[in-house]
């Protein structure tokens, strides 16, 4: 990647209404509902109370709409902040009429990183509550746990974080980053002379399968581009532990020549103890940088990080990036939290994945509304080629593979906890659900009679790995 000036932006409108200024007040309805509590009962009350508050902001019979992310367990470190900010968006888009005319009324479940738990509730979600969407999961084992789920339901999933591809899901939109738009760019970046040319690479990471397999293609890529076997070194730990003082010492030795670099896919507050371990260690960015592929801007809001400066992260998306749009935006969400009054309110920041939560509610909006319909068969027919106005350059839906093309960007972690970007695409990065270093004959197409994923085993014909797979479009 070249280091580039980050493009204006075409901004999602930002709201100047509460939900609730176009008709009663809370406090109003709350008294009408009083003198009917007796005949209805307080469950049924609060229940319509909620929906009559909705239906003054935007007409009509609410939209249900899931959202799934952990609030509880070792994800919620990263997984709450997206819950937060899918509700400034649904906030905002029915104090402006809502979709189609018609409110967003969210149904928040948390499954408390426990993966199981992830399936039991999108069932909830999808059967029970019957909403038209989900907003949901962080981990790809949780993702997997849900497929099923939505596939044998036709349910709809916005996942809005990065992951190791090898998947192309009939019923998920991918908002996040595939391998070639955050890690494969992050390695060729410590290859170039900008990164420091290096020549050993430590792969660190939480023990499942999005780290595994990430690291199994910049495993692939590295031999590819000359890096020794013997220079590449792997390690796993589980969610939520907490001892990294030998890894770090191993890490330490590993990169005492100072042509080392760490890739870092641990997930979760794992990281807390992983960095904190790093000061102590007193390895430097200089000696031996780590790039993170899961830490950003919400997570260094709990690290001291004068001790991380010049240590980085590659993300589709930053606080720092700088036009008045952007700019607008996050102080849109520091503005909520004042106003919710969450937790650390005058720190919170935005990040990428939380940026994709928030983008991936106005690609449904749009894509429902081209389609004038909430039915998932339509809206996925409305999604491809879809070009969605964000508070960074934009972005468009792929045409066949339910990705997204975006910006990648790397940046050094600063005193305040916020990056510097250092190297930007030179525009937006289309999504390669299968990598050319695992997979090269392998891609995914879902339109005009598509089934997903395909391999051609270096011929021309599409040999679809789920033959039986219903397509979008038949024609």
């Not at 916020?418 to 937006?428: H, R, W």
Request: glycine share 8%; with cysteine; aromatic share 8%.
């Amino acid at each position: 990647m070249e280091t580039k000036k980050p493009n204006e932006a075409r901004p999602v409108e930002a709201d100047t209404v509460d939900a609730g200024e176009a008709g009663p007040s809370r406090r109003e309805l709350l008294v009408q509902g009083s003198k009917v509590a007796a005949g209805i009962g307080v469950a049924a009350l609060l229940g319509n109370l909620g929906n009559w508050a909705l239906s003054y902001a935007a007409g009509g019979e609410p939209i249900k709409v899931g959202v799934l992310h952990s609030l509880s367990g070792t994800m919620a470190i990263s997984e709450v902040s997206i819950k937060d900010i899918v509700e400034m968006a649904a906030e905002e888009i029915n104090a402006k009429g809502g979709v189609m005319g018609r409110p967003i009324q969210l149904v928040i479940e948390d499954p408390a990183s426990n993966w199981d738990l992830f399936a039991e509730k999108a069932k909830k979600l999808l059967l029970q509550d019957k909403v038209v969407t989900v907003f949901g999961c962080w981990t790809s084992v949780s993702r997997k746990s849900v497929l099923p789920v939505f596939e044998k339901n036709n349910g709809l999933l916005f996942y809005p974080v990065q992951y190791e591809g090898e998947e192309c899901s009939r019923n998920v939109i991918y908002t996040g980053a595939a391998v070639n738009q955050q890690a494969t760019p992050a390695v060729d970046y410590h290859l170039g002379k900008e990164g420091g040319s290096r020549k050993k690479f430590y792969l660190v990471g939480t023990d499942y399968v999005y780290p595994r397999t990430t690291n199994k293609i910049v495993r692939a890529m590295l031999l590819a581009k000359g890096i020794a076997a013997k220079n590449i070194m792997e390690e796993y730990t589980p969610f939520h532990h907490q001892d990294y003082q030998t890894i770090i010492a191993k890490i330490k030795r590993f990169g005492a020549g100072g042509d080392a670099c760490v890739i870092n896919t641990i997930n979760g507050d794992s990281n807390v103890p992983f960095f904190k371990e790093l000061a102590n260690a007193g390895i430097s960015a200089e000696e031996c940088p780590v790039n993170s592929f899961s830490v950003a801007e919400d997570e260094l809001r709990g690290l001291d990080t004068k001790n991380l400066v010049g240590h980085l992260a590659c993300w589709n998306y930053f606080q720092s990036v700088n036009n008045p749009e952007n700019k607008a935006f996050v102080q849109r969400f520091k503005d909520f939290a004042k106003k919710k009054n969450l937790p650390d309110a005058p720190r919170r920041v935005v990040d990428d994945p939380m940026f994709w939560g928030y983008i991936g509610m106005y690609t449904w909006k749009m894509a429902v509304e081209k389609a004038n319909s909430l039915k998932v068969d339509d809206v996925l027919k409305a999604l491809p080629g879809l070009k969605v106005p964000t508070p960074d350059q934009g972005i468009i839906v792929d045409r066949k593979n339910h990705h997204t093309s975006k910006p990648v960007y790397i940046g050094k972690i600063l005193a305040n906890g916020q990056f510097d970007i250092v190297s930007q695409s030179a525009g937006l990065v289309d999504a390669l659900p299968w990598s050319e270093y695992t997979y090269p004959d392998r891609d995914c197409d879902w339109s005009k009679g598509g089934k997903g994923s395909f391999d051609t085993m270096g011929g021309t014909e599409k040999l679809w790995l789920e033959p039986k797979a219903v397509p979008i479009e038949t024609t």
